[in-house]
């Protein structure tokens, strides 16, 4: 897989406290087989959907105890030039730019909304190894912010997106595009969103069948959040897992209804 450009969405991992309890639930809900850990990286543990690298799971470090939550890594050609764009833009560094080994260079900051992300960039692990539409692997990702417009002026300005507005009454969302293609999602949080939600990057994965994979983990625990709901980019729904951490299930396959009317943002 080559290189992604500067600002693709390129890897996602997230913190548990019960590792062994998130292996069993992403593994029934998403078919994932997962790797021998890592003891020289934190136990760091990739997951795989059939066979190829889809994300990883993590125990926290001592002290670093929080709930559990997915991080969004976006590809940099240098992790070090685009913390520098992120202070720049009024983004913090929560952690400088740290060499993992020979695998590539981390990073992780905060838009000025309140946005948690990592940058990442590649060596010999260069993200995400499946495509989108397959089974378990990722397949978007969307900001939800209370303060689309830092959010809005932040992305483009760090990573050189252009945006799209959708044209619904109901909702405030916008598109983040690298040339033609759409890479991210924002979405302005609603008083739907209890206060106490923080601003997030909601993940999606692939299933065959979103009815299927809600029924899965909400048998396991998880609690359904939204949906399942036909769009006509699928059909999917929203899910807290067992430990807290938000993600979201979409069938790509089954679409129902018109592509919503976008324009372009000066």
Wanted: charged share 20%.
């Amino acid at each position: 897989m080559a290189v992604q450009p500067e600002g693709t969405p390129c890897w996602a991992d997230a913190m548990f406290s019960d590792v062994e309890g998130a292996k069993s639930f992403y593994s029934d809900v998403l078919g994932w087989t997962f790797g021998e850990a890592s003891s020289q990286y934190g136990n760091y543990t990739q997951a795989y959907a059939d066979g190829k690298a889809v994300a990883a799971v993590v125990p926290p470090m001592t002290g670093q105890e929080a709930q559990s939550q997915w991080c969004l890594y976006l590809a940099s050609p240098d992790a070090a030039a685009t913390a520098g764009k992120i202070r720049d833009n009024g983004g913090e560094v929560l952690m400088e730019p740290m060499q993992v080994g020979d695998f590539g260079t981390m990073c992780l900051a905060r838009d000025p909304s309140g946005v948690a992300f990592g940058v990442w960039q590649g060596g010999t692990h260069e993200g995400f190894e499946a495509p989108p539409e397959q089974p378990g692997a990722f397949c978007w990702a969307e900001i939800y912010t209370r303060d689309p417009g830092k959010s809005d002026a932040f992305f483009p300005a760090v990573f050189g997106y252009s945006a799209k507005q959708m044209q619904d009454d109901a909702i405030d969302f916008r598109m983040f595009n690298l040339g033609d293609h759409t890479v991210l999602g924002r979405m302005k949080m609603t008083d739907d969103f209890p206060p106490e939600v923080p601003a997030y990057i909601n993940v999606y994965f692939s299933v065959p069948d979103c009815d299927d994979a809600v029924a899965r983990a909400t048998k396991l625990g998880a609690v359904l959040r939204f949906g399942p709901m036909d769009s006509p980019f699928g059909r999917f729904a929203a899910l807290s897992d067992p430990q807290g951490a938000s993600f979201s299930v979409i069938d790509v396959t089954t679409t129902q209804g018109d592509m919503p009317q976008i324009s372009d943002v000066p």
